[in-house]
Every structure is written in structure tokens, then in C-alpha cells.
């Protein structure tokens, strides 16, 4: 672990993927990329530029071939996978472009589905948490959080609802709560308001902004939507970032 | 959300190939609960049936012959003894001293398809159908010695027979034919309580009033014939005889007038059901006193009867025939279930690929490769488990449901809480089993790859 006072530290990252006539396709090259604790900026990007590849890497759901990935001081590249997904569902929330909500679980089931994945608390004992996640699920502070979470983003009156009944404005504001549901230090939002109508993209965004800002969290936004990106003090170009130009 | 519930909204979410899995897992497991419960509640009252005496004596033969016609009443006796046995076994007899009790068994003819069995009236009363179960009376009492034609019946025989107290009854020449030329009547006077035993299903007669329409039946067919099937020679009957119930009926083999003896000796019986002695009394340690555990030695030496221990005959009929029966069936159920397994393998295994996108959100939600694997068991764990248990109560209601069935041709009844102790295994049989045909799946999940499965469902 290394303290940098940055929260997200990409130095010289390289991502390629093979191809089937056995040559590899670059995609990203990072040489430095950096965002503070509760920094909230957004990535631009052209469709199939790597902006949801490098989402990935930094959410440790796929490796770079090299370079180094540190978020909080932990270099997450040196990881072994187990300790990836821990450290994922500890430190990173997800938002995906189409929401990925599950579809047999109602509102409060989908957020209390990413506590169930979530770290042991210091606190708690082994076996009981063993039990609670095996069992019975999670304990009833986490539930009350996750009541919590959704009464924050206006979805109070749906805890039971399942994704089918919820609007679609309604299903985004449920994946920022169960982004949240962990208290992580940094949300990766990827194209969260590509899937739904300008009048809820802007309901989306400060909803992101607004949560991220009162649970102090970093929030990383990737788009290709300029309108949507506009809205944050910093914006990065993928294109300027990445060493790789893609066609 | 627990890892169970995760994996039951999965099975919720895929209701009818989820159901239909577990449906099949039911019948397999009802017909493995139903083979266990048959084959237990059989072995249990075959046992039960012969738990009432050590020892029957009866003519030479197949020893589970003569054990199926006395105690079961089922098939053909193997031959008759003189009575002359009945006499060595009761007191003052030359085997007296090794028997508790001994009583006489004739069976012929039949009434509505119900055996009708001749004895004495102290069957009821010397002899205990279980241990520490003594014979009780539903209504009426025990037929008298001295009254011939009187008659009790099982509790089966007087529900499908509407039989009562009172009423009379003319069984029909032959063992099973329910036409056929009727004997004299006798009346009931006793009902039994029902015991679980086959004589639940059979009707006693005073022996002596037996005798007598035999002896009738002789004079008719003026000894020309034999008596078709069935197993009584008759003969002199004696028509004497105090009227009392406990002793009065039995013979007292000296004193008894050269005459009356003669008649006595000229008859032929069935069988003779003997109560021997504790062998470890100490009136056993005297040289010339009979053991009972030599009496059957001593019985098989003589040239017209043989004794046959009837526990032992029916142990080892179960564990020689029936217990391969129950073998090979038990088998084949549990091929049945394995294959339900594979249905469980097959059905999860097809739904992998409309998962794998699911899958993934899990592990970007932080689920472990192993925690997804977990959740796929648990899934495979919850259709065997559920459509398990589900097959328990179904096995057991069948067998329950086809017990009037099952009374009716065999006497046994079946009761739907019977559980055999072999069932505890089907659970965690099942669970290994679940374990086993869910690895697949588990795996399938385990190696999804996360970033191309959200790409793909993007």
C-alpha cells in the first residue's frame, strides 16, 4: 500500500485483446491518469473508444497486460482475483449503462444483493457473517441502509417492486442506491443516461452528483454524450489520455 | 439476501422447467419412499405375525409352507399330523415338559374368501399376538368349549363381512372357492379387537364343531372321496366336553376312556402351535427332562411331523427372496432419482447461458467466483431437497392411499406416518446427489467471464 493523497492512480496501464488471426488489438494506454477522494469528473469517448474497458480494469474485473492500478494506496494489479472482487465490492460502486438491475428481485432485494457480496465488517465474526450471508442475509442495520438508500432517491414507496414495475428512470435511480449500498470511496458510472430520455438524463446526473457529494464519494462518469458531460468541473477526453489511438 | 434466497428467485424466476425438475425428483424419491415403506411394514408384520408362538408343528414338508398356511393363512397346508402330537406337546404328554402351551390348529374351508380355522377357545387366551398384547374381544366373548358351533372373527373379517354378534355363518367346503357346498352353521360370538395381524382375517371355530361337519361330510360322501383340499381328516369327534373356555376344551391324554381315545387318535390336524418353555429355567438342568431347544430336533426325528420355528422362516424368506426383490426395486428407484439428478444437471446447465449476464452483475457487484458457484449448488441443493420432501409426502400418502388395498389382499396394514429409519438417508443422499449433478453448472458459473458477459448483455 502506498498513501499518494490520490484516491485513483493509473500509471502506464495497457489493455489488448486477441484476435482471432492471433494478433492482438490495443486498446488502451494510459500513461498517467489520477482522481482525488470525492472528485466528481466525467471521460468522453467515441462508441467502442475502451471507455467501458477501462471502467473494468480500474474496477479490477479485468487485468491490464501492464502497468499499475491504485485506488486508496492499494495496487489492485497485484491482486490475486478473490482479492479483486473483495476489494471491489469494499471500494467501487457500478452503474451500468443499462442498469443490470436483476430481474426476479424487487427494489430493496437488488440493493441488499450487492451488501450480501460485500466485505465482512471488522466487527463481526467469521461464522456470523458466514451464516448471515449463506442463511439468512444480511443484518438488519444493512437493511435499514439499504431502506435508507432507496427512500434517498425517491424510491421509498417500491421497495418491493420489481424491475418490471419500476419506470425506467425509476430502475437507474435503484442502481445508484445499490451502487452506494457498500459505502464505497469511488462510483464508476458507464454511460448511465444512454438508455433513457433527455428529461431523466438530467434527473440521472444530479442524482449521481447529489448522492456522491452527501456519502463523499469520488464519482467517475464515462459518455459519449457531451451534454452530459458538460455538467462536470473536469472532463477528460479518452482520446487525449490513451497513448493507443483505436479505429 | 442470503445465497438460498438469491438461488430460489432464480428457481422462482424459471417456475416451470424449475417445477417440472423437481417433479420428477418427487416421483423418483415417492418411489423409492414407497418401495422402503412397503418393504418395511411387510417385514414388520410378516415378523408381527409370527411373534405369537416359538414353534409349529405340523406335517413334513416345506416348513414355509406349513408356516404360511398357520400363521399367514395363505396357500395350502403341507399335509396333516395325528393328533396324537397335539397330545405329546399338552400337558402330560411325552414333550409336555418343554411346553408352555400348545393349541390345535385345522384349517378348512372358508367363508366369503376368509379362512375358517379351527382351534380351541384358549388360542385367545393362552397365546399373546404380540409380546405383552393379549387378545381383546370388540364385542361379545370367547366361544365356549362345550358349545360347538360357535365362532369368533377377526376385526378385517367382521368390517367385510358385516358380520355381528349373533349372526351365523356356513362356511364353504375349500380353501379359497366362495361357492361351494356349505357345512353346518356356526354362530359368532366374539369379535376380536384388531391387531394387526393376520388373523385379523381369519374365523375361529370351536375345533370340535370343525370336527364334526367334517365327520358329517364323511358320512354324506360315504367315505368314498377325499376331502378335496382340504387338510382334516375327520373323525370320531368327541361331543363331550364341560363347556368351559380356558381349560375345559383341553385333552387330558391319560384318563381319558379307551373309546374316546381311540376317536381322539384317529384324528388328523393341521398343525399344532407350541409356546415353549424358558430354556434357561433351571427345571432344564435335570438330565431327563426335555429341553425346548431340542424339541424341534426332537419332532423332526419322528416320521409324520416336523417342527419348524416360524420367526426363523420368515427371516429367512425376507432376506433370501423378498429382500433381493426389495434389492432390485430399491435399485432401480434409485436410478430413477439419479436420473431426476440429471434432469436437475440439464435443466440448470441450459440455463446457464441465459444467465451468464446475471452472473456477471453479481460479480461486478462483488460476488466471488466461488460465492456464484455456491449460489448454482444451492439452486441444484433446493430442487432435489424440495421436490425431495415433496416426494416423501407423496410415497407415503400413495402407500397410505392404496393401505385399504394392500389390508384387503394382504392383511397388512400400512399406515401413512410409518417412516422407515432408511429414509433419513434420502436427504443427505440427496443433497450429495445435488452436489454432484450442480458441479457442472457450478462451474459454468465459475468460469463466466465477467467483462465480456456485461459487454455481450451491454
Redesign the interface.
Known amino acids: 500500500m502506498e498513501e499518494s493523497g490520490k484516491l485513483l492512480e493509473l500509471r502506464k496501464v495497457k489493455k489488448s485483446f486477441p484476435q482471432p488471426d492471433g494478433s492482438r488489438l490495443h486498446v488502451l494506454d494510459i500513461p498517467r491518469f489520477e482522481v482525488d477522494a470525492g472528485e466528481q469528473l466525467a471521460i468522453m469517448g467515441k462508441s467502442g473508444c475502451g471507455k467501458?474497458?477501462l471502467l473494468?480494469l480500474i474496477?479490477g474485473?479485468?487485468r491490464p497486460d501492464s502497468g499499475r492500478i491504485m485506488i486508496d494506496g492499494w495496487d489492485i494489479t497485484l491482486f490475486e482475483?478473490?482479492e479483486c472482487?473483495?476489494f471491489?465490492?469494499?471500494m467501487v460502486g457500478?452503474v451500468?449503462?443499462?442498469f443490470?438491475l436483476?430481474?426476479?428481485?424487487t427494489a430493496l432485494?437488488n440493493v441488499?444483493?450487492?451488501?450480501?457480496?460485500?466485505?465482512r465488517p471488522p466487527e463481526r465474526s467469521v461464522v456470523r457473517h458466514f451464516f448471515?450471508?449463506?442463511?439468512?442475509?444480511?443484518a438488519r442495520a444493512e437493511r435499514a441502509r439499504a431502506r435508507r438508500l432507496l427512500e434517498r432517491v425517491g424510491l421509498g414507496h417500491r421497495l418491493t417492486h420489481r424491475p418490471t414495475q419500476l419506470s425506467v428512470g425509476e430502475q437507474q435511480r435503484v442502481a445508484v442506491a445499490?451502487a452506494l449500498a457498500?459505502r464505497p470511496k469511488l462510483i464508476l458510472a458507464?454511460e448511465p443516461t444512454a438508455n433513457v430520455d433527455v428529461g431523466h438524463q438530467q434527473q440521472i446526473i444530479d442524482l449521481l452528483c447529489q448522492t456522491c457529494r452527501e456519502e463523499n464519494v469520488a464519482l467517475l462518469i464515462v459518455t459519449h454524450a457531451p451534454e452530459v458531460a458538460e455538467q462536470f468541473e473536469r472532463i477528460e477526453m479518452l482520446e487525449e489520455l490513451n497513448a493507443v489511438i483505436v479505429q | 439476501?442470503?445465497?438460498?434466497?438469491?438461488a430460489w428467485?432464480?428457481i422462482?424466476?424459471r417456475a416451470l422447467a424449475s417445477g417440472l425438475t423437481a417433479l420428477s425428483m418427487t416421483l423418483g424419491v415417492a418411489l423409492v419412499v414407497a418401495v422402503l415403506v412397503i418393504y418395511g411394514v411387510l417385514d414388520k408384520s410378516f415378523k408381527r405375525g409370527a411373534q405369537g408362538y416359538d414353534m409349529i408343528v405340523g406335517a413334513k414338508g416345506s416348513p414355509l409352507q406349513l408356516v404360511l398356511t398357520t400363521v399367514y393363512h395363505l396357500g395350502r397346508p403341507p399335509g396333516t399330523i395325528p393328533y396324537q402330537y397335539y397330545l405329546d406337546l399338552s400337558p402330560g404328554g411325552r414333550f409336555s415338559d418343554a411346553v408352555r402351551a400348545a393349541v390345535p390348529v385345522c384349517v378348512g374351508g372358508n367363508y366369503k374368501g376368509f379362512r375358517v380355522i379351527g382351534t380351541e377357545p384358549y388360542y385367545f387366551a393362552d397365546f399373546e399376538y404380540l409380546e405383552g398384547e393379549q387378545y381383546e374381544f370388540a364385542e361379545g366373548r370367547n366361544f365356549n368349549a362345550g358349545n360347538y358351533f360357535e365362532a369368533v372373527i377377526g376385526s378385517t373379517v367382521a368390517r367385510e363381512t358385516g358380520l355381528e354378534v349373533g349372526d351365523t355363518f356356513r362356511p364353504v367346503h375349500g380353501l379359497d372357492a366362495e361357492q361351494g357346498e356349505e357345512h353346518e352353521p356356526f354362530t359368532v360370538v366374539g369379535i376380536l379387537a384388531p391387531t394387526g395381524t393376520p388373523n385379523d382375517r381369519a374365523l375361529f371355530v370351536n375345533i370340535e364343531g370343525f370336527y364334526l361337519v367334517h365327520e358329517h361330510e364323511e358320512e354324506d360322501q360315504a367315505g368314498g372321496e377325499a376331502a378335496g383340499d382340504e387338510t382334516v381328516a375327520p373323525a370320531g369327534a368327541t361331543h363331550g366336553g364341560d363347556g368351559e373356555a380356558s381349560s375345559g376344551g383341553r385333552p387330558e391324554a391319560p384318563g381319558t376312556e379307551d373309546e374316546e381315545l381311540e376317536k381322539l387318535l384317529a384324528r388328523q390336524m393341521t398343525a399344532v402351535l407350541v409356546l415353549r418353555k424358558d430354556p434357561m429355567s433351571p427345571e432344564f438342568d435335570e438330565p431327563d427332562v426335555t429341553n425346548p431347544l431340542a424339541l424341534p430336533r426332537l419332532i423332526n426325528r419322528e416320521p409324520d411331523a416336523q417342527a419348524v420355528e416360524p420367526a426363523q422362516v420368515i427371516a429367512d424368506l425376507f432376506g433370501g427372496i423378498v429382500g433381493n426383490v426389495q434389492t432390485i426395486l430399491l435399485v432401480l428407484a434409485v436410478l430413477i432419482v439419479i436420473v431426476a439428478g440429471i434432469g436437475i444437471l440439464v435443466s440448470i446447465y441450459n440455463s446457464m447461458n441465459d444467465r451468464r449476464?446475471?452472473i456477471a452483475?453479481?460479480?461486478?457487484?462483488?460476488?466471488?467466483?466461488?460465492?456464484v458457484m455456491?449460489i448454482i449448488l444451492c439452486e441444484s441443493i433446493l430442487l432435489a431437497i424440495g421436490g425431495g420432501l415433496l416426494g416423501v409426502l407423496l410415497g407415503h400418502s400413495l402407500t397410505w392411499a392404496f393401505s385399504p388395498m394392500i389390508a384387503e389382499h394382504t392383511g397388512v396394514i400400512v399406515r401413512p406416518w410409518e417412516f422407515q429409519l432408511t429414509e433419513l438417508i434420502l436427504v443427505p443422499g440427496l443433497v450429495l446427489l445435488a452436489t454432484a449433478v450442480g458441479y457442472l453448472p457450478a462451474v459454468v458459473a465459475y468460469r463466466t467471464d465477467?467483462?465480456q458477459s456485461?459487454?455481450a448483455?451491454?
Open positions: 467501458s474497458t473494468h474496477a474485473i479485468s482475483e478473490h472482487d473483495i471491489r465490492a469494499k457500478y451500468f449503462q443499462t443490470n436483476l430481474p426476479g428481485f432485494e441488499l444483493m450487492g451488501m450480501t457480496f460485500g466485505p448471515e450471508r449463506v442463511l439468512w442475509g444480511p445499490r457498500n458507464d | 439476501m442470503s445465497l438460498w434466497k438469491i428467485r432464480s422462482q424466476q449476464h446475471e452483475i453479481m460479480r461486478a457487484l462483488g460476488a466471488r467466483r466461488v460465492t455456491m465477467v467483462a456485461l459487454t448483455g451491454a
